[in-house]
């Protein structure tokens, strides 16, 4: 493991979560922001909740290098090519973990409005422990988690501009995680999720 950033090691049960601050320079975070922001094809899909249907709370992307689309809450998405700059933080990633990723999902938080609801990252073509690497940018926000099975066992983190969160092991199959609502006023956040679809 790459050791020239701070590494915040979380000692969770049935888990294996590291947070890396400083993933990115504030000068790099904010180009990587502004690009992103401009030059991505944000879409905002329809999510159905007990049987109702509503916008979901956040716009999102997806790109891949092997055109394979990615299933989530009765949404498909098909993917783009990545970016020169999604390469470059991908590569810089793949320094830190041992995994060669393939796709990344998007998600453009555009007030404390926007949110992401309790789930755990499992769709069946992840793969069995799938490892997740989320970089942020942007405004902080608030990342949860809670176990699905030991009452009480929560955790919270404040993810902030230019931060990479990796979840491995077998954290999926134990915990979920959300980003809820806030009535703070704040700025934009852009999340960038990468994965390897099986």
Known sequence: MNTLFPEQQLNLPNSDIQYFPNFLSPEKADYYFKVLRERTPWQEDEIKV?????PQPRLTALYANNKKPYSYSNITMHPQEFSPELITIKEKIETFVSVKFT?????????G???NGWHADNEKELGKNPVIASVSLGAQRFFHL????????????LLEHGSLLVM??????????????TARPIGERINLTF????
């Open 103 to 111: 796709t990344c999902l998007l998600n453009l938080y555009r007030d």
């Open 113 to 115: 409005k926007d949110s």
């Open 50 to 54: 007990f049987g109702k249907v509503y």
């Open 195 to 198: 994965r390897v679809i099986k």
């Open 168 to 181: 491995k092991g077998e954290t999926q199959h134990f915990w979920k995680h959300q980003i809820p609502k």
């Open 146 to 157: 809670k176990h699905n099975k030991i009452a009480g066992q929560k955790h919270k983190i």
